[in-house]
Every structure is written in structure tokens, then in C-alpha cells.
């Protein structure tokens, strides 16, 4: 027969799940209340609250999409674009790639921008791209790359965006709360983040956040969304601003109370500290990896504290040292991807992963297998 599963108790810095804090595996755990029950909907109306406070906007359009954060990046395409739309799509990892499959399958036109993995998007390429093509309506790209560990200038390109008046679509899922992400200052019109990152939350929920310019774009659309999931003109009947609250799809209601006290949690550290914790202990693990004789992928002055992309020493085999860090440290941490795979591995120290005792553990026991 089969019986009830005990998952391992292990210790995540990979890319992501990160470990989730124990605040929030017991909001989980509370009652399951209807989802138009006043309650709830007063503890929807925190989480917008709250979440406008990561994202540090006064978005009225402002949720949590209720799926991964693959699905807010769905969610920002596909509602922006309309067949036939140009779409400018920086990219400089895996993720880029991800907004290109989403352009062309909203029926848009993708026009390419690339840039060498481990490197961050060159906003001078960027700038001729949007002199080219007059006629984009949006540009995409990726502000914290999780499969390199580079963060890109997104100040620079919002700006640049404005300028040639142009939409921005940003992902942040790997961004939100462990480095600045500003997306009024911006003026970022789309973007989306992840619960499994940095704000240490169970994975499967996707906080987004729409512009009043991006907002006014998808209720004048001409052609109808083509997924109906994602609609915002209909998601916006449940959650959004001054909505009666209908039923549109029944939301994940304990997965909320984890956002909720998730981003509590946040409210309480304040971003500021937030930031500076991510940045200390990127700072701690990576002076410990100089010592062992690990060294960066990523030029200092574009590092993700919290993604930390390192090369894997001469004659270490990346499969064992990975499987020998799983199952005699209890240690997870992440494999490189494409030209990287075998080379890099991906630490990251994300949310709770953050924390002094993850570093020293992570340090003991790559000394121990790469020896
Ligand atoms: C930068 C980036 N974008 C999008 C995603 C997709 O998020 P999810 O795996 O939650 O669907 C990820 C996940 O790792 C990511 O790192």
C-alpha cells in the first residue's frame, strides 16, 4: 500500500525553490475558508497592499496570478500583445528565450536581441534595436537572469523604452525583494515575480503588477486574449480594483495565507534590510569560495547576490560533487544550464536561504567533496 510522503529535510540553494521559512509552512496549515468568504477577500485586498510594497508601485492592477511564474509571464504577453505586434525580447539566458516562445505564440513578431549568457543586456543594442523598429510596441526583457546570475540595467531600459514610447514587459522572478526592484521609478509597464525565491514562499503563485498605461492597453484590446485563464479583463473581476469580487476561478486559498504571511514577513524585515542581507551573505559566501579556490561566471559589478553563478574547480565532476552534496549534506544546490552545464554551478541564497548558517554549511561541504 501506499503510504502518506515524508519528503527529506533538506537545505535549498539552488535557483530556486529556496528554503521556506516555518512562519510560513504554518500559515499554510491554517482552515480552509471559501474564497468569497469576507475574510478572505479582506486578506486579499493585504496581500495587494503588501505586494505593491515589494514591487514599490501604487499599481492598482497589482495581484497574485494563481500559477507559477511562468504563468505571470504568460500572463504579461499575452495580454499586451496582439497578433501582428513587434515586440523587442533582450536576451542573455534561458528566460529570453521564454519571452520569445510567449511573443510568437501570441501571434506577435519577435525581434531578437542577444547578448552573450553570463553577460547583461547592452542597452546600446537595446537602443539601436528600438531606432530599427519604430513601429515595437513592447520591450521584454529579463531583469534578474536566474540561469546566469546576472542582474541587467533596468532603469536603463525602461528609460530607453520610454523614449521610443514602447511598453516594458520585465521578469523579476528571481529579483523581487533580494535586490531593488522599482517599478513606478522605473516606469515598467508588465511585470512579474515568483513566491519561491526571495520572498522564501511555497512555489505556484506569481505576483504581478500592471501600469495604468498597461492596464488601459488590455482593456482596449481589439482582439480578444487568447487564453481565458489569463485574462486579465476577467481575472480582474475577482481581484481587481474595486471588483465585486466574482467568481473567476477558485483562487488557492492556503497557498495565499503562505504569500501573506510571506510578504508580513518582508514588511516586517523592510526591503532596505532585505536587500543588505542578500548582498552580506553573497558577500560571506563568496569570500569562503575565493578560499577554496572557487571563482564567478558573472563580472562583480553585475552579480545577483542572490543567484551566485561559480565555476566548478579543474577535476571535479559536476554529477557526483552535486549528488554527493544531496545525499551526505542534505545540500541542494543548482547545475548550469546550456554551454554552462558541467562548468557552473548556481548557489543561490534566496529569502530564508539568506542566513549565516546556509553559507557555512554550503562552504563545509563543497570543501569536503571537491578535496
Ligand atoms: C527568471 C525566471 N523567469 C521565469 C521563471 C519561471 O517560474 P516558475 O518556474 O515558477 O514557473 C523562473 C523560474 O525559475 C525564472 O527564474
Known amino acids: 500500500m501506499i503510504t502518506s510522503f515524508i519528503p527529506p529535510q533538506r537545505t535549498l540553494m539552488g535557483p530556486g525553490p529556496s528554503d521556506v521559512h516555518p512562519r510560513i509552512l504554518e500559515a499554510l496549515g491554517r482552515p480552509t475558508i471559501g474564497h468569497l468568504d469576507p475574510a478572505f477577500i479582506g486578506m486579499m485586498d493585504e496581500v495587494k497592499t503588501l505586494l505593491q510594497y515589494a514591487f ?11 500559477a507559477p511564474g511562468s504563468a505571470g509571464m504568460e500572463a504579461c504577453f499575452v495580454n499586451l500583445i ?8 533582450c536576451v ?9 516562445e510567449n511573443v510568437t505564440r501570441s501571434g506577435g513578431e519577435a525581434i531578437r536581441v542577444d547578448d552573450a549568457w553570463g553577460q547583461p543586456v547592452d542597452a546600446n543594442k537595446v537602443e539601436a534595436a528600438l531606432k530599427a523598429n519604430p513601429d515595437a510596441k513592447i520591450l521584454a526583457f529579463v531583469h534578474a ?3 546566469t546570475g546576472v542582474e541587467s540595467d533596468a532603469a536603463a531600459l525602461c528609460a530607453l523604452a520610454k523614449a521610443h514610447d514602447c511598453l516594458v514587459i520585465m521578469d523579476t522572478v528571481t529579483g523581487l525583494a533580494g535586490v531593488p526592484v522599482k517599478v513606478d521609478e522605473w516606469g515598467a509597464d508588465a511585470v512579474y515575480s515568483g513566491t519561491q525565491k526571495c520572498l522564501s514562499c ?24 487568447q487564453s481565458w485563464f489569463l485574462d486579465m479583463n476577467l481575472v480582474m473581476g475577482y481581484w481587481g480594483p474595486g471588483a465585486k469580487r466574482a ?15 510571506s510578504l508580513v514577513m518582508l514588511q516586517e524585515e523592510g526591503l532596505e534590510a532585505s536587500f543588505a542581507r542578500h548582498k552580506a551573505m553573497h558577500e560571506k559566501l563568496r569570500d569562503g569560495l575565493a578560499e577554496i579556490g572557487i571563482g564567478y561566471l558573472v563580472d562583480e559589478a553585475h552579480r545577483l547576490p ?15 560533487a552535486r549528488g554527493r552534496l544531496l545525499n551526505e549534506f542534505n545540500l541542494e544546490i543548482g547545475a548550469g544550464l546550456g554551454d554552462f552545464a558541467g562548468k557552473v554551478w548556481r548557489i543561490g541564497l534566496m529569502g530564508y536561504s539568506a542566513r549565516e548558517e546556509n553559507v557555512q554549511l554550503c562552504l563545509d561541504a563543497l570543501r569536503a567533496v571537491i578535496k
Not at 514599490?56 to 496570478?65: D, F, H, K, S
Not at 496582439?82 to 525580447?89: A, Y
Request: proline share 8%; no cysteine.
Open 82 to 89: 496582439e497578433p501582428g505586434d513587434k515586440v523587442i525580447v
Open 56 to 66: 514599490q508601485t501604487e499599481n492598482a492592477l497589482t495581484l497574485p496570478v494563481s
Open 247 to 261: 467568481y473567476h476561478h477558485t483562487a488557492p486559498i492556503n497557498a495565499l495565507y503562505g504569500l501573506h504571511e
Open 306 to 320: 542572490q543567484l551566485n553563478a561559480v565555476m566548478i574547480p579543474q577535476g571535479v565532476d559536476d554529477a557526483t
Open 92 to 100: 542573455n539566458g534561458v528566460f529570453g528565450t521564454r519571452m520569445i
Open 145 to 147: 537572469e536566474t540561469s
Open 202 to 225: 511555497t512555489p505556484g503563485i506569481s505576483p504581478v503588477t500592471f501600469s495604468e498605461r498597461a492596464a488601459e492597453t488590455i482593456r482596449n484590446r481589439k482582439t480578444p486574449v
